[in-house]
């Protein structure tokens, strides 16, 4: 019987003598050696007591082992959940509480407080350390390197990816292996991957981008991937000539383009730059055309709904658009008070229905209910719009939205305006509480590397840019934005850190 997931991208590793994984140091693991790997870990998963259906939890730095556990997982039928290695022991405590694994991998320095926190929810604790080392590789290294796939349907679950979460709790987003196959087919189509690519992999592999789109596309195009253990400016340039293609978060663009090593002759052997996770400036893609001669294709996903939108692979990948809904993926703009579809052009609430999209939150019925409609659209809780070419764009997240004296602001159309001024790099805008307005528009300015962005004549080009409701109250200096993982700006924390600035 078969195993969709596991059968589409890992057994075909079988045939493969050549390198899957390229280490940074220039070793390579086969293809063959790989699926070796995935075997003992299936078979050391099943000694750990985990049967289908279980969550194996895992909080561990990136190494091939820990890639081998998440192909293990699928081989087992057991639900892979990986969890962010910044959360500390008390997050990790919740996520444990919340999923039931039946097993939490996590660094062996970690482990006197995990271990406690695995104890008592029920779950036994093994370790994988990011160099590969660990209890856990002790034990598959005792194990046969050969493994019956569990047989799945298409509907069964593959994965828990819990949200990032920056208001409330983190939700378990639970995806089936056809939400996985079906995404990772229509993008290895649309952006041409085949068996010729090398990946050039600095993401992390426990989000979405690296996980599921990156690794995903590279094993069902039966590609290769150069596999960072994070994103390192030098071995970046060092490596970039022996790949085809590599995605990225925006920040992965901005700090390229900050060294004057980043050559187009460096990325001449390159086909395809992808970006996503966050909105990539306008600014970033034309600088980054005007250097190497690509134009960055931005593409728009989410946990819950892996990717959605895709600017296309040939014709025009438009700055400050993710471009048109991918094959299979219904997309459309709605009122947020009456869920009615609007018109094209107008701001609303983005709603996707497809294979590509969740099944729901683990436990929590209300919240899937909230978010996810009988029809089959998923909330996404972003705005955006469809321009008259037919490409989406984001405005920004429903909850950022600012309503100052009954009025709605979108923070985006300010933040394009102050990142035009001179001397800044880049801007947030929050809405934060004030007495007479509700909420008040506060805008907030990283400078340029040397510069001393002059308020006032930025107040001034506001003024005339903007209807008065939507010029920002004060605008603040702030040496860098608080980002999370991904590059995205966590305002959240900047409405924490301002929330008294008219109080
Ligand atoms: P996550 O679930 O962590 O992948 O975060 C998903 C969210 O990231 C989306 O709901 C969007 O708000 C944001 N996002 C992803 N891709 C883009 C993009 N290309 N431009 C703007 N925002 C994006």
Redesign the pocket.
């Known amino acids: 019987m078969a195993n969709p997931l596991f059968d589409a991208l890992f057994a075909p590793l079988a045939q493969r003598d050549d390198a899957f994984l390229i280490l940074p140091d220039g070793a390579g693991i086969t293809g063959r050696d790989f699926l070796a790997m995935i075997h003992r870990a299936a078979h050391a998963l099943t000694a750990c007591g985990v049967t289908p259906g279980d969550r194996v939890a895992v909080q561990i730095g990136k190494s091939p082992q820990a890639l081998a556990v998440y192909g293990a997982a699928v081989a087992c039928g057991a639900i892979f959940l990986p969890l962010n290695t910044a959360y500390t022991a008390d997050e990790v405590d919740y996520f444990v509480g919340n999923a039931t694994p039946r097993l939490l991998l996590c660094d062996a320095k970690a482990l006197p407080a995990l271990g406690e926190v695995a104890a008592r929810h029920g779950a036994r604790a093994e370790t994988l350390n990011a160099d590969g080392s660990g209890s856990f590789t002790d034990l598959c290294a005792a194990q046969a390197d050969s493994f019956t796939p569990v047989p799945r349907d298409a509907d069964d679950l593959a994965a828990f990816?819990y949200?990032?979460g920056t208001t409330g709790r983190s939700k378990g987003?639970m995806l089936t292996q056809d939400n996985l196959l079906s995404n990772a087919q229509v993008l290895t189509d649309c952006w041409r991957f085949t068996d010729r690519d090398v990946l050039l992999h600095a993401l992390p592999i426990f989000?979405?981008?690296g996980l599921f789109v990156a690794t995903n596309i590279t094993l069902l195009a039966g590609a290769s991937m150069i596999f960072l253990p994070a994103f390192d400016l030098d071995q970046m340039l060092r490596l970039m000539p022996r790949a085809t293609s590599m995605m990225g978060v925006p920040t992965f663009y901005t700090r390229l383009l900050s060294d004057n090593r980043f050559t187009r002759d460096l990325v001449a052997h390159m086909r395809l730059f992808v970006?996503?996770?966050?909105?990539?400036l306008a600014e970033t893609h034309v600088q980054f055309e005007d250097r190497t001669g690509h134009r960055i294709l931005?593409?728009?996903?989410?946990?819950?709904t892996n990717m959605n939108t895709s600017n296309p692979y040939d014709g025009d990948r438009r700055a400050g658009t993710?471009g048109f809904p991918l094959p299979g993926v219904e997309l459309k703009i709605t009122d947020p008070a009456t869920g009615a579809t609007l018109p094209q052009g107008e701001v609303g609430v983005i709603e996707v229905r497809g294979r590509n999209v969740f099944k729901g939150y683990w436990q929590m019925p209300d919240k899937t209910a909230e978010d996810l409609r009988a029809d089959g659209f998923f909330i996404?809780?972003?705005l955006g719009m469809i321009d008259d070419d037919g490409y989406v764009q984001?405005v920004?997240?429903q909850k950022d939205l600012i309503i100052t004296g009954g009025f709605n602001v979108y923070p985006k159309e300010i933040e394009l305006i102050l990142d035009d001024q001179a001397g800044v790099l880049e801007s947030a805008v929050i809405g934060v509480p004030h007495p007479d307005f509700g909420e008040a528009v506060l805008g907030i300015l990283v400078p340029a590397p040397g510069a001393a962005p002059d308020l006032a004549a930025i107040d001034a080009a506001l003024r005339t840019s903007l209807a008065r409701f939507k010029q920002p109250k004060a605008l603040e200096v702030m040496a860098d934005l608080p980002r999370?993982a991904?590059g995205?700006v966590q305002k959240a924390e900047l409405r924490k850190l301002f929330a008294a600035r008219f109080g």
């Open positions: 990816l949200t990032s987003a989000h979405t981008h970006s996503g996770s966050a909105p990539l931005e593409r728009y996903g989410m946990t819950e993710v996404t809780g972003d984001i920004g997240r999370n991904m995205k």
